[in-house]
Nanobody, 123 residues
């Protein structure tokens, strides 16, 4: 059974950068697209970014372009989300997810979710 475990969240200051990691265990997901979603308090979970199975293609939600960078290392079974110039509105639980393709990720056709890592950005 595949498990996704996120790490790297915490309390940070506005303007800081953060590196969120997703460790994949159970079996390889090297043929799957991987992505990140986030859910702010009291709001719905929304798509942030996705990366194709080989890391060759990435896709970002319009509002996330510029400050967010997704990458993956299939040899290490990890997916990373870098967030630069954090803002208080980035405060949310960030979830790692897998789907067959980036297109499936965009439609939230998710096969496996992680448990989330919480990011709190103070001003």
């Amino acid at each position: 059974q595949v498990q996704l475990v996120e790490s790297g969240g915490g309390l940070v200051q506005a303007g800081d950068s953060l590196r969120l990691s997703c460790a994949i265990s159970g079996r390889t997901l090297s043929s799957y697209a991987m992505g990140w979603f986030r859910q702010a308090p009291g709001k719905e979970r929304v798509f942030v970014a996705a990366v194709s199975w080989n890391g060759g293609n990435t896709y970002y939600a319009d509002s996330m372009k510029g400050r967010f960078t997704i990458s993956r290392d299939n040899a290490k079974n990890t997916v990373v989300l870098h967030i630069n110039n954090l803002k208080p509105e980035d405060t949310a639980a960030y979830y790692c997810a897998s789907a067959p393709t980036i297109e499936a990720m965009k439609t939230v056709a998710i096969e496996v979710w992680g448990q989330g890592t919480r990011v709190i950005v103070s001003s």
